[in-house]
């Protein structure tokens, strides 16, 4: 490991947060912990989270940081993760304190797992002593990403809010 370092999202990544977003569209993928990179079309709106994000959810809207996996050889982005906290009541039941995603070029390389372990040390500095994961029953591969970073399973919610595609949220705490 050590490949990536995650950094903050700035205009040096413009052009690669946007192809970021077209491998992830033309691949059929959710964009899972990229504070709604499917709703843009043009990076400087994207960057914009706070704004963007309080007009669309209203009441539901949860701050959130947001953090690019880069590898560190070529710079090239590989992943985006999005630490939300505090917990609504939503993200409580359904999306938890982290989202990320790989890009399907970058996939099956350890970067998943990589990019979590970067970020618990910074959610413990912002005070959290634990933090909830959730995946769809049939996301293998993120259920290993959680359970390789000390995830432990609470339990298994019925997805009534249509974010998978089993039907079944899987909950997953992380102490820090």
């Excluded at 609504?88 to 304190?97: C, Q, R, T, V």
């Amino acid at each position: 490991m050590g490949d990536l370092k995650i950094v903050r999202p700035s205009d040096i990544y413009a052009d690669q947060v946007m192809n970021y977003r077209k491998e992830m569209l033309e691949n059929g993928d959710s964009l899972a912990g990229c504070a709604g990179l499917e709703d843009v079309e043009v990076f400087s709106e994207w960057i914009d989270f706070e704004n963007r994000l309080k007009t669309k959810y209203k009441d539901n809207y949860v701050p959130s940081e947001v953090f690019l996996a880069v590898r560190a050889l070529d710079d090239k982005l590989v992943g985006i993760v999005d630490f939300r906290h505090p917990l609504s009541e939503f993200m409580l039941n359904y999306g938890g304190n982290i989202g990320y995603s790989i890009r399907p070029s970058e996939r099956r390389k350890g970067y998943a797992t990589e990019l979590l372990g970067l970020l618990l040390p910074i959610c413990r500095e912002y005070g959290e002593k634990k933090v909830l994961l959730t995946c769809d029953k049939n996301n293998e591969a993120s259920r290993r990403t959680i359970v390789s970073n000390r995830g432990v399973l609470e339990n298994e919610v019925n997805d009534s809010v249509g974010l998978g595609k089993s039907g079944i949220i899987q909950r997953f705490w992380i102490e820090l």
